[in-house]
């Protein structure tokens, strides 16, 4: 986001304006204001739903659980204290869990995909393989603990630091990396050949 001073070109905003303004806009949701509740969501829920849609892996339950989240937002806007980055690692945790409550429900239903029994041309042969490595991928990462596959989902496939996740999971730097490091052993033994087409080089 962009400031601008009289007579000069753009200026880039800080972190700390940034915040600022969100504990702004959080008091005016705690207060009632339904505009500053939709800054908020304009501004975070392409986050909120990137976690759901990487967790969940269906469009329609990453949107419930982003609904879900916003919601909880706007009900618990009054007693929410925002720390140094803002209340992107409140609505993180909020969805996470939301996604692992999920993933639990779901753990009695089976998918059986159809094999086509006519021969497969090229390249719907390599579609059909990704399809399988991504499967196998899924089932390896559902087989993880719960905060294991958490962790690694959120460092690896979201992109955070070991810092935000631990903010996420409200555990320390340290219990983050030892997640982290349990959680590549055991895909590594799972996955076998796939890990070095999943990984880099200095993590295979």
Not at 128 to 142: H, T
Request: contains cysteine; charged residues 30%; aromatic residues 4%.
């Amino acid at each position: 986001m962009l400031a601008y001073k009289s007579g000069s070109g753009p200026v880039p905003r800080s972190e700390s304006d940034d915040i600022g303004e969100e504990t702004g806009l959080l008091a005016r949701v705690a207060a009632g204001e339904s505009e500053a509740f939709r800054g908020l969501v304009d501004r975070h829920l392409p986050t909120v739903l990137a976690i759901a849609r990487r967790m969940l892996r269906d469009d329609a339950e990453a949107e419930d659980v982003a609904q879900e989240t916003m919601l909880r937002l706007w009900r618990n806007a009054a007693g929410l204290e925002l720390g140094p980055n803002g209340v992107r690692p409140w609505l993180r945790r909020v969805a996470s869990n939301l996604c692992i409550d999920r993933v639990r429900a779901r753990r009695n239903t089976t998918v059986v995909e159809e094999v086509p029994e006519e021969s497969a041309p090229p390249s719907q042969l390599r579609h059909l393989a990704e399809r399988e490595l991504g499967a196998r991928v899924d089932a390896a990462l559902q087989a993880l603990p719960e905060r294991q596959r958490l962790a690694l989902t959120l460092f690896h496939y979201e992109g955070m630091s070991q810092i935000e996740v631990g903010q996420v999971l409200g555990i320390s730097d340290e219990a983050v990396e030892s997640l982290l490091a349990r959680a590549r052993r055991a895909l590594k033994v799972t996955l076998k050949e796939e890990w070095r087409e999943l990984m880099p080089e200095s993590e295979v």
